[in-house]
């Protein structure tokens, strides 16, 4: 008894003890800091996988389903997380949406120290803790989507001098060209659309329009006789579907037609050379190609009536209304010619046989693709937001046409009329090849 009693009231050695009994509560507080910080870090590795595939699919997003849309992100996903640690993925969710697709993913990553966990919550807890053998993470990415619609007016010189060098069938091919690369570039239907305006001294709208009120048989302001080029009707029923510049004032402004203001109208002429009729913005590339090979060679320049229509085109006020209000609608131009300007409705040959007012008919172009381009206007302030590529065949006014582009870039020039195929390729990879998803 006299030694029981001595050893329960020897002292010596408790601090071991106690340090003993409380080792194990900092080793588990330790473990949960390691353990933390590994969470953390597989936590960041799998975020980065779930945005990096979310991103992924929104480009994949518009012309795939839901279903489509799990098959790919499952192998993407798991391609990503294969060089990392070990860590157990249950499986990630897609959901598509009109505008957006998510992706959402769990995680289960061991932990080191769950054994130290688990005893010491039975010996300081209640003895029902959990095993704390890994925790569970839940991570989750969204990416917005959409498709970019794109409007292209080609304003394409089918006058005379065109013939020359065969200008004129190596437009066609490049026009073919440039029209199967939008074709394919498309992911939805109806998301590029192009209109044609060939021009010479008139464009050629059909005769589908006879009775609008933006057409006049009788224009006002002057309107001087230039032979073929410019031969009035007597009256709408005699109209075989070609247009003329408006008055002085309208001929070289984006500035629509007002209701009961003459002045606005487009004069209704005789169409003397052949011109292929213009085709409002579509999609149906069967008929642009048709359209396209119904051009021809003939008849003299004005580029200013021809820029104008482009505008009319890509513009949904009267006289046509085919263009998207949409906000996601991309606008260009293509605007081309071989020569110089030589006739509008107020020239007339000098005594020496040439032209005049070829000063003024550039004022005239400059102007128009000024108005066109929205230059000098206030980004948040610019409404149709056309991009102009203008392109010089051969011979021309060069500086003229460079400053009618957008930018220094969107100007162009071939040197032979086989180069316009490489320069229409270009254009269109530019337009459609990185401008269709967002």
Known sequence: MTRFRTFAEDTRGAVTQIVTLMLLPLVAISGIGVDYAR???????????????????????????????????????????????????SGITVTKTETSVSVGAKAVVPTLFGPAYALAARLFGDGSAPAFESWTIDVGATAAYGTRKIELAMVLDNTGSMRQSNKIGELKKATHALLDILKSSAIQPDQVRVALVPYTTRINLGTAHREAEWLTPNPTGTFEKNSANYAKVANRNAWDGCVADRDA?????????????????????????????????????AGLH????????????????????????????????????????????????????????????????????????????KAMCDAITERGVAEAARVLKITLYTVLVIDGNEGLLKACASSPEKFMKVNQATELEAVFRKIANEIGGIRLTM
């Open 39 to 89: 969470t953390w870090q597989a936590r960041a590795q799998i975020q980065g996988a779930a945005d990096s595939t979310v991103l992924m699919l929104s480009r994949e997003a518009p012309k795939r389903d839901a279903a489509a849309l799990k098959a790919l992100a499952d192998s993407y996903f798991k391609a990503l997380l294969s060089h990392r640690d070990p860590i157990a993925v």
């Open 290 to 365: 048709k359209r396209v090979d119904e051009m021809r060679a003939e008849g003299w320049t004005n580029i200013t009536l021809g820029a104008q229509w482009g505008y009319e085109l890509l513009s949904r006020a009267e006289p046509f209304a085919e263009a998207s209000g949409a906000g996601n609608v991309e606008r260009f131009m293509i605007l081309l010619t071989d020569g110089n300007n030589t006739v509008d409705r107020w020239t007339r040959k000098g005594q020496e046989g040439a032209w005049t007012n070829e000063q003024r008919m550039n004022a005239d172009t």
């Open 249 to 285: 004032g309208y001929n070289a402004t984006i500035a629509g037609y007002t209701p009961g203001k003459d002045a606005t109208k487009y004069p209704m002429i005789k169409c003397a050379d052949g011109l292929a009729r213009a085709m409002p913005l579509s999609a149906d590339w």
